[in-house]
T-cell receptor, first 110, second 116 residues
Framework: QKEVEQNSGPLSVPEGAIASLNCTYSDRGSQSFFWYRQYSGKSPELIMFIYSNGDKEDGRFTAQLNKASQYVSLLIRDSQPSDSATYLCALNTGGFKTIFGAGTRLFVKA | DTGVSQNPRHKITKRGQNVTFRCDPISEHNRLYWYRQTLGQGPEFLTYFQNEAQLEKSRLLSDRFSAERPKGSFSTLEIQRTEQGDSAMYLC???FGQGGSSYEQYFGPGTRLTVT
């Protein structure tokens, strides 16, 4: 079992819809969770981080964490074509190493 | 530009040659990370520095890879006797952190290595 699992996609949503991206992880000791956006040919860009169970909102983005079920999700409201990218879920288990998933490709249709 | 910078942006080398990449982190960041990313995969952790100390190194990293961060500022990653399997994007990231916690990291543009 991979440490961080993401559906590779592509996830296709129409413009203006809510995009829901999910991530599950295997290590119950994981403490910090991050979502990065990566455009093709570019480096990852931090979107959100979440440390506690529940929801965290920032503009059109909401991160949700459920440690009991070992999943973290990212909701993108009012999706725009510019949101089309690969979204990487990452976590830290308390040490210095950050573990990334393989990413989910999102395509927002105009 | 106050972000993370990496040089060179692209490197083409022949198998067996040595290559060195440089990373300049955000100035106030004490933590520096190196990752490797191949097509369709997320970044794979290589090594971590806190200030000038290399505190963690991936077990996947062979002895051909070495990294330094003299004086806790810029860092270099050297690959000796390159192999075709080393072809990848090498990413550097930095963050500010204290204690044992990991904080959000900011990535540089990466160095794309092609080994022919």
């Amino acid at each position: 079992q991979k440490e961080v699992e993401q559906n590779s996609g592509p996830l296709s949503v129409p413009e203006g819809a809510i995009a829901s991206l999910n991530c599950t992880y295997s290590d119950r000791g994981s403490q910090s969770f991050f979502w990065y956006r990566q455009y093709s040919g570019k480096s990852p860009e931090l979107i959100m981080f979440i440390y506690s169970n529940g929801d965290k909102e920032d503009g059109r983005f909401t991160a949700q964490l459920n440690k009991a079920s070992q999943y973290v999700s990212l909701l993108i409201r009012d999706s725009q074509p510019s949101d089309s990218a690969t979204y990487l879920c990452a976590l830290n288990t308390g040490g210095f190493k950050t573990i990334f998933g393989a990413g989910t490709r999102l395509f927002v249709k105009a | 530009d106050t972000g993370v910078s990496q040089n060179p942006r692209h490197k083409i080398t022949k198998r067996g040659q040595n290559v060195t990449f440089r990373c300049d982190p955000i100035s106030e960041h004490n933590r520096l990370y190196w990752y490797r990313q191949t097509l369709g995969q997320g970044p794979e952790f290589l090594t971590y520095f806190q200030n000038e100390a290399q505190l963690e190194k991936s077990r996947l990293l062979s002895d051909r890879f070495s990294a330094e961060r003299p004086k806790g500022s810029f860092s270099t990653l050297e690959i000796q006797r390159t192999e075709q399997g080393d072809s990848a994007m090498y990413l550097c990231a930095s963050s500010f952190g204290q204690g044992g916690s990991s904080y959000e990291q900011y990535f540089g543009p990466g160095t794309r290595l092609t080994v022919t």
